[in-house]
């Protein structure tokens, strides 16, 4: 298990093998995802340009299942946790193939976090806020389906762009790291949440190879549900359960775009009269490409808000000289903003493909 002065070379290795069974893997899922016509094809919603397969979330598991199986044994739950990241990417591959309605894939949602929750009794137990320790007791397990359901669909909504959502979770995988390095004097538990996390950044660094723009496969409900539970699960096994006021707000300040792109997506869809589940071209990742922004660029925007707010999620856990880095990512930000102005002359202010048909009306 990882140490205080050794976390980095006992977690490489782990990141390493998450990283080579997801490259290796993708060729094989991408030739069965032709197979069995899981295959997302061009237009509506859709901004890419060709067929392009969509069950890439099969990779991105098992990149994560073998490394962990493989150097995670020492971890607590290790293997509820692998058998977890398999029972949802199998079930939400199905959707990949034959499009289930949404109620079905929100049943899947609840059946697995109740999994997590009940069955494995992966719970968040207690939060401590200042002057005051909250014991949820019986209320630890909706809590908990609710956490891991939220997490679930925020990453699914947010993986609209390519690169986008697979990138974001590396990120976010990476704040919790060093979350876990920063309690491991006080707490040697948060060694298993160091390598579950170096898996999980490692599974999606491997993806991104080929899913960053232009991308030759999608991670589909299957990716996105994946990392999404991965990310709440990770969390909970650590962060979550430590006594240190305002503990959860590590992966809350990280994941802040994409779970606020969520909850205004919910709100402005009930205020228009539609269910939540209905589709559209307004989350935050449209908009920036209507503003005239590549894919590249919306990603990489992306990233760099991702990083400054889980490095200011650090500092309220206790790395405060992690603020330093996030200032420096808001200069590159500016930097890049700037040149980008510059060199195009302004912002181009476009519809977006997906938007260009229907400019008022969301698509199915």
């Known amino acids: 298990m990882p140490t205080p002065q050794h976390h980095f070379l006992v977690a490489l290795p782990i990141l390493l093998v998450a990283v080579a069974v997801t490259v290796a893997m993708v060729p094989v899922v991408r030739w069965v995802s032709f197979k069995v016509g899981a295959v997302a094809q061009p237009g509506g919603r859709n901004i890419h340009l060709r067929p392009t397969a969509r069950l890439g979330g099969l990779a991105l598991a098992a990149g994560f299942v073998v490394a962990v199986a493989i150097f995670g044994r020492g971890v607590a739950d290790w293997l509820q946790i692998v058998l977890i990241a398999v029972a949802v990417a199998a079930l939400l591959a199905v959707d990949d193939i034959l499009d289930l309605p949404y109620w079905t894939k929100l049943v899947v949602q609840i059946v697995c976090s109740l999994l997590v929750a009940w069955g494995f009794g992966i719970t968040i137990s207690y939060v ?95 990716g996105s549900h994946v990392l999404g539970m991965l990310v709440g699960v990770i969390t909970i096994l650590g962060v979550a359960k430590v006594t240190v006021a305002l503990a959860l707000f590590v992966p809350v300040v990280a994941l802040a775009l994409p779970i606020g792109d969520t909850g205004y997506a919910i709100w ?7 269910g939540f589940a209905h589709a559209d071209a307004r989350h935050l990742h449209h908009r920036l490409l209507a503003l005239g922004l590549s894919q590249r660029e919306t990603a990489i925007a992306f990233y760099l808000v991702t990083a400054i707010l889980g490095c200011v999620g650090l500092a309220i856990f206790g790395h405060h000289k992690i603020l330093a880095v996030a200032l420096g990512l808001l200069v590159v930000a500016l930097i890049l903003l700037g040149w980008r102005i510059w060199h195009r002359g302004g912002f181009s202010f476009q519809k977006s493909p997906s938007e260009a048909s229907s400019p008022d009306q969301p698509r199915p």
Not at 268 to 274: A, D, L, N, S, T
């Open 128 to 222: 401590t806020l200042p002057h005051l320790d909250l014991h949820l007791a019986w209320a630890a397990i909706p809590v908990t389906v609710i956490w891991l359901v939220g997490m679930q669909n925020s990453i699914n909504l947010l993986d609209g762009v390519d690169g986008l959502a697979a990138g974001v979770v590396a990120i976010v995988g990476a704040v919790l790291y060093l979350a876990a390095v920063n309690r491991l004097n006080v707490d040697p538990g948060q060694g298993g949440v160091i390598l579950l996390s170096a898996a999980l950044v490692g599974c999606c660094l491997g993806f991104l190879v080929f899913n960053f723009a232009p991308a030759r496969i999608f991670m589909g409900d299957s």
């Open 268 to 274: 402005r869809r009930r205020r228009e009269g539609v």
